[in-house]
Every structure is written in structure tokens, then in C-alpha cells.
């Protein structure tokens, strides 16, 4: 028994002991488990994290801001580059940041591109795990997200206390971004153009505010160039009336001259300037000499010159050199959202020599005028309409607005509006309107979407017809052209079923800046009308739930045929075919739908999904069944899981033909 005894005790300790390892083993899993997901990681403080960042390529402005990238890690900000106006700008910062003991999430790295003081794109990477290798880990050139496009060349890594931190390579493609060599040295000429200036009278009203009315009289602009170091020195140019909109000064600065792209500070200062001249009254005074014998001044007019600086921008000339012998600057510059100056420049490589300035088209011609101030007016043309939602008994009486807002927010305060006249008792109205808006505004105050809307005239409240929205700054890109000449469908943006939008109306729509003759207006073109037979077959319905079930078919909110058998059983089969004939307008087709209904005894059917039909499908494969499995959504546009299997023809019994109405 005491044999026994001492067994039963060696066992019990080897089952404890085993599970003492068991549980040593579960608990290691879970803290592996742990830093592989990055919860946990051994103490970072007295780590360096490098973050380099070199240059980008290809960003997109969207004001004439300077492109500047801040370093944050989690909420802390690490560093930030200086700011560079280019969209492929050269940085090439290189910034180290000792990390402080922190346990649990870092947080992520983030590179933050900004133009001006607004956010244009970002780059980010979680670090939690960069803690084990000591290296860099990132080098190479990033994709920016939550931007239109561009990417930044980056370089980062966690290094522990005590290991140097070294510079890392470039890769052999970007091996053109190294910065130039100290002392590099670039000869050649430079050619800069200021040539003239528009809306400088708005940009003077919004700087000099009261002040403006005592330049107004006699007052002047005028542009001045200094180039920071033994380039250049002052440049003045014409002073030309303050008052006017549009400013020509021609103002060439041409210089022969060696730049030494590391040690020269490669940027001229542009200064834009209000200059009067104005008498003022000195009153008579005595004044004594040196004698003791006093003197009398009599009263008198004396000229004075003030100056007020309307605008300053450092222009950097590094990039042309860069991009010599081409025309790196050809464009307008933007001025606060209120003027903009027309600037040329190219650097010649190999000293001076003649070369023609490119053609600069003047804003008036339609060929290209600064966007951010708009001077003109939108002729809109809104010949007719066809194939009208009925919003009476039988017919509608249409009549059509066209306004403008600078947002898409339909709260937003309607400025003005175009009306046409109601023509009565008609699906196909024939208004043959021609309006005029006028547009003068700047930057984000312009329109930004224009809003041709259909009603029905009634006694009340008109019924809605539907809408069609122009995307205005199409027009302000192409000036003096009929950007809008077509039939365009009419849309519900709320998506009544009941009431939906049909048909499509005709646009016409050109944007002309003042001055600019209009061209020749266009043609009107008649509707494409398709006549044929609309055959829908409905087979079964996939639904697993035991109810009273059946479908309906509804065209351009009207339901069309009799509803199919009501079948009381999981995934029924109906085998019903809809047979419809209509006119379809090219332009618009119409909106087709089927609707799965639960029957009820005593209430209101249930409606249970909606499924819609493409009919751009139907009209493609016209003469031909086009299969069809129909998942179905509830009024809210939720997938219900249920779907509707069958297939679908539209039948051409004539050809396409011309109509008028």
C-alpha cells in the first residue's frame, strides 16, 4: 500500500508537471499570437524612425498653392518639408525623430501631402512590426490615397538605440531624382515673360477694400521682378489704369547668366503693386536758420506717390533650368481666386540667343482664359421635349426651367432662372426657348451645376416631370462651343415609383465670354422613334418561405398586363409571358420592372422585391430573348434574397423612323 501510495504521488507530479508546460506553451502561443498582430512589441524607447521624403511626381493642383508634406505618427507630428509650387516637387528632406516608451498600438505613419492648407493625398503604414528588424522599410515611390492621382517617393524605417543611421540608396529608376551636385553649375539664358494680367480691378477692390475709391482716380498696376541674389535686379513695367480688367504690361526679363543650382537662392519675387500720384495742400509755415533770421513758406500743392501691394509670390525658377530649352511656365498664374497674370519662361541652355515666345491665346477668343474668374454669359436652348410622363387625366401641360447653383445642394438659394411658355394638353412639347444667363463671379462662388426641369402646369401645386442636370464647368472649359446639343433623358432624383420621370428634353447650351461673337448655332435633331412588341416571360421565383405569391410588370410606373397566377409554395413557377406593345424614344427608353407581391386576405398585398430590366439591353439584342435573373431590392434599394428567373424580347415590327412633332 505505501508502494502504491508513492506511485499515485510520482504520477500526480508528472500530470502537473505536464500541464505546467501545457500551460506555459498556451500562454507563449497567445503572446506570439500577440506581436504577430502587432498588439503588443518590445519597448521602443530610445528607437529612431527615419522618414525621408524625396520628391513627388505628377500631383494635381487644384489652386496655386505650394506642395509641402507633413510626417505624423499617430496623432504627433513628427516634421514636415518645405513647400515646393510644382506638381513633381523636390523636396529631398531627410528627418530622424527618438521614440519615447509607449506600450500597446503606435499608430500609423502617415506622409501627408497638402497644397496650400489643404489636404490633397496621403501615404500611411502600420509600424507595429518595423520594431523587430531594425532596417529600412520602406523605398520607393508611393501611390497617394484620398487623391485624383500622383505619387510621392518615401523612404522610412525603425532602427534600435545605438545602431547608426545610414542614407539609404535611391532605386535605379528614380536614380534622376538625386539632387545636383554641390557647385553644379548650368549656363545659359534666362527668358522670363510677364505679359499681361485679368480682372486686376476686382483683385484691388477685395485687397485695398474703402481704400480703393482714393486709387481709383488716376491709379495704376504695375508688376516688379527682383531676383534674390546677382541675377537681376528691378524690373518695372508699364503702369497700366487700375480700373481696367484686363492689364498688358509685356514685361521681359532676359538675362545671360551662370546658375549655380546648389548656392543660389533660384527664385524671382513677383510683386504686383497699386501705385497713385495725388496733390496735397501744404499749409504756409516759418521756418529759423541757422542765423536766427525766420522765413516764410507760402502754402502750396505738393505731389505724393503711394503704393499698395496687391500680391507677392516667390517664383521658382529651379525647375526651369531643369526643364531648359522649353517652355516650362506657359500659363496663368492664380491670384486668390480673383485675377490671374499670364507668365512665360524657358531657360536656354548655351547662352543667349533669339527665340519666338509661343502664341498665347487672349481669354476673349474663347481659346483659354483663367478659370477662376468668369466674365460672360450661358445661352441655353430648350427646343422641345418628348414622350412626357401623363400628369393629368390624359396628357400633361409641360412647361421647362433652367437655374443655376454654385453646389448640387437643392437647398441651396436659386439666383436666377429661365422659363419657357406651358403648352397645353401635350407629351411632346414645342417651346423653341432661347435664354441668356449672365455669369460673372469668382472661384468657388461660379455655378457648378445647371438644372433643366420639367413640371406640369396646374391650378396647385405643379406635378414634377423630371430633371436633367449640366455639368457647367463643361462649358466654362470649352467656351464658344454648343457643348449640350442633345436629347437628354429626364431623371426623378427622388426616385418616386409612382411618379417617375419619362421621356428626355432637348438642351442646347454654350458658354461665351464677354466680347466673343457667338458661333453658329446647331441644328436641331428629330427623335429616333423604335415601334414593337414588348414580350416578357416570368418562369419562376427563387423563395424558399411558403406564401401566396405573385408577379407584376410595370413600364414607366404603369403597370401593363394581368398580374400571374398567385401560387401559395415555396419557389413557385408561373410561366407567364406580358405581351405590350409601345413607341420607344432612342433618347429615353423607358424604365421596366417587375414586382414580387405576397397576397393577403384582408390587408394590402406585401410587396416584396423589385427587379429592374434594362431596356438599353432589350433594344441592343432586339428580335433575340435576353435571359434574365432579376435580384430583387426592397423600395429602400436593400436586397430582399430573392430573385425572379426568366427572360425578356423586344420585337421590332418597323423600322427605325424620323418623326416630328
Known sequence: QKQSKIQLMKKAAILLLFALVLLVTARHGKNKHKKAQGDHHPSIGGWTLGFNVLCGRNLKPSMNGEFWVQVKLGSQVLGQTFADPFVNPHWFSYQTAVLQEKQGQIGKLRFEVYEGNQLRGEAKFNIDDWFYYSKWMINDEIPLEKSEGGTIYVQAGAFAPGVTVYRPFLKSKLIDLKPPKENAVRKGQMKIKISSGYNIDALARYKMGAKYNDFANGGCVYVKAIKRGSWFGVTRSTCVPLYQMEATWNMLIDKDMDVHLEKDIAFVDMELKAKRKYQRWVESYYTTDSNGRRHHHPGHYETKTETFKLYEAPLKVEQLVAESNKFYWNHWFDIDGYSGILIQGIFLDGGSRDIQFPMYADWQTGLHYPTTFLDGRIRVKIPKAVDLRIADSESSDPYALAYYRTSANEKEEIKTELRTTTIKKTLNPEWHYSGDLDISCTGSFCPRWMDIKVFDDDFGIDDFL??????????????????????????????????????AVYVQAIFMPRGMIQSEEPLVQSPQIVTGNLQINVVEVKENKKMKMYVKARLNGRHIGKRTDKINKPNPVFNHVFNHKLDVFTPAPPTLELELYESKTMWKDKLLGIGTISFFDLMNQKNTAVPLSLELVDEKGIPTGRTIIGSATFFIQTKVQMKRF
Request: glycine share 10%; aromatic share 16%; hydrophobic share 25%.
Open 466 to 503: 423630371g430633371q436633367y442636370r449640366l455639368d457647367v464647368e463643361e462649358l466654362f472649359g470649352r467656351p464658344g462651343e454648343w457643348v449640350y446639343n442633345d436629347y437628354y433623358k429626364l431623371e426623378n432624383p427622388k426616385a418616386n415609383r409612382e411618379k417617375p420621370a419619362q421621356g
